[in-house]
């Protein structure tokens, strides 16, 4: 997996490419740990060139959003690609999480 972080105005981003996984996880669950943790927080996952998650990788993100509602902030994923988001949708979680097309989509969510 690649993972590039970024700031985009007051929103933490991450770009994932690749597979998403048990052995790809640590170094995005270092950097999930860490800026939601902050009061506030707006964190977006950008799923737009993941292949594939496995339920490590979904325990990983729904930890990250849990301690991101803690600290009033907002958590949203956008960009899955059609397989990915069958995964959420087979274990119910496109229902915790606020899934965006595209980044533009949960950017302007967070300005509201």
């Known amino acids: 997996m690649d993972m590039k972080t970024r700031v985009a105005g007051e929103v933490q981003v991450v770009d994932l490419a690749g597979r998403f996984d048990t052995n790809t996880v640590p170094p995005l ?3 999930l740990e860490q800026v ?4 506030g927080a ?11 998650v496995d339920s490590t990788a979904l325990a990983t993100l729904v930890q990250a959003l849990k301690r991101c509602q803690q600290v009033k902030g907002e958590l949203f994923l956008c960009g899955m690609r059609r397989p990915v ?4 949708e087979l274990t ?9 097309v595209d980044e ?7 300005a509201n």
Do not use: C, G
């Not at 707006?42 to 594939?52: G, R, S």
């Not at 533009?104 to 967070?110: D, I, K, L, R, V």
């Open 42 to 52: 707006h964190v977006l996952v950008n799923l737009a060139n993941t292949t594939f």
């Open 92 to 100: 119910r979680l496109d229902k915790a999480f606020n899934i965006f």
């Open 29 to 31: 669950a270092a950097w």
């Open 36 to 39: 939601t943790s902050v009061p």
């Open 85 to 88: 988001y069958m995964i959420f």
């Open 104 to 110: 533009e989509h949960a950017m302007q969510a967070f």
